[in-house]
């Protein structure tokens, strides 16, 4: 038999904290229904923070790791970069060759008298 998700036992939970106190309301005190509905909300509130902890806490936390869930996600770009960085590596004297020249130009740029 299959479990029932945590969001949809606390939904009916939260619901059963409302509407039960809202028919007591209107049936048993008579009093109007857009009354007994605050009442009734006001009372269900109270309910579900008291008593329905865990819960609101399991929903909670299940849909914490729905959203972020435990894999970063991969880009598209990564590879390209990783391949980049490792050409660089093995060819250090080219690296410190551009590496030079950018230099060269910055300061070409800074001070145009040189």
């Known amino acids: 038999m299959k479990r029932v998700p945590a969001a949809v036992r606390y939904t009916i939970l939260r619901l059963l904290a409302f509407v039960v106190p809202l028919l007591l309301l ?5 009093l109007q229904p857009w009354v007994a509905a605050i009442i009734a909300a006001i009372i269900g509130l109270c309910v579900s923070y008291i008593f329905l902890r865990t819960p609101r806490e399991t929903v909670a936390q299940e ?3 729905r959203r972020h869930g435990d894999k970063p996600t991969p880009h598209d770009d990564e590879d390209s970069e990783d391949a980049a960085l490792d ?18 130009e910055r300061q070409t740029e800074d001070h145009p008298e040189r």
């Open 26 to 30: 209107v049936f048993l005190t008579g």
């Open 63 to 65: 849909l914490y790791a």
């Open 87 to 104: 050409a660089s590596a093995a060819t250090p004297e080219a690296s410190s060759a551009a590496d030079a020249g950018r230099v060269e």
